[in-house]
Structures are given as C-alpha cells and as structure tokens.
Nanobody
C-alpha cells in the first residue's frame, strides 16, 4: 500500500484546512486508516482514526470537536477536515493505515505511512 498525503499549507488561527490521503497498490477494504502528526521537537502523536466502514472514529482529546476524519472507500481516499486551527496544531501530518479493521492509537500499530504534509498555523 502506498499513501500520498496532500493539502497542507499555511493557515491563520481559527481557519481551516482539509488534508487528503490517496491510497494506491491495493484497495483499503478492511483497513483502518488514521492521521498522526509530529510537531518540531516532539514525538509523533495520534490525531484521529476511522475504521474501514467509516462508522466508528476516534480522536485525540486535543482535536476532538475541531477535526473530522472521513474516508471514501470508492476513491480509496481518506480526509482530515481541520477547523478552528490553533498554532499548536502546527506539525507535519502523516496518514497511515493498518491491515486490520480495528483502530489503534500508537504509531507502531500502523504498517503503512504516507510521506507527510506540513501544516503551519499562524497566530
């Protein structure tokens, strides 16, 4: 599975961005997909995950109520809608997938990773 993240950029605090992650190589049916981020000088941290039917999602407390993860299995693509952005959301965002239909929050649980897309939020 190859993952290609896009949509990062510069936003002002309170603004919005939408990240996309397109998968190729195989259909993600049955796969859980998620987003992680790494801020400068920090460890990679969990942001959100969605199980393969799209019916169940999980969010980090820091983004709950502001970010929304979704997926379009027909397009083999997942998304992260980020609203009410804060400067502390500044990070490189990575999409990831794991070949089981159960959500995980640790990076080690995901076997496939995209290259990352930079999100910068100015105050």
């Amino acid at each position: 599975v190859q993952l290609q993240a896009s949509g990062g950029g510069l936003a002002q605090a309170g603004g919005s961005l939408r990240l996309s992650c397109a998968a190729s190589g195989r259909n993600l049916r049955g796969y859980t997909v998620g987003w992680f981020r790494r801020a400068p000088g920090e460890e990679r941290e969990f942001v959100a995950a969605i199980e393969w039917t799209g019916g169940t999602t999980n969010y980090a407390d820091s983004v709950k109520g502001r970010f929304t993860i979704s997926r379009d299995n027909a397009k083999n693509t997942m998304y992260l809608q980020m609203n009410s952005l804060k400067p502390e959301d500044t990070a490189v965002y990575y999409c990831a997938s794991r070949s089981v239909p159960f959500m995980g929050v640790a990076p080690i649980e995901y076997g496939y990773w995209g290259q990352g897309t930079l999100v910068t939020v100015s105050s």
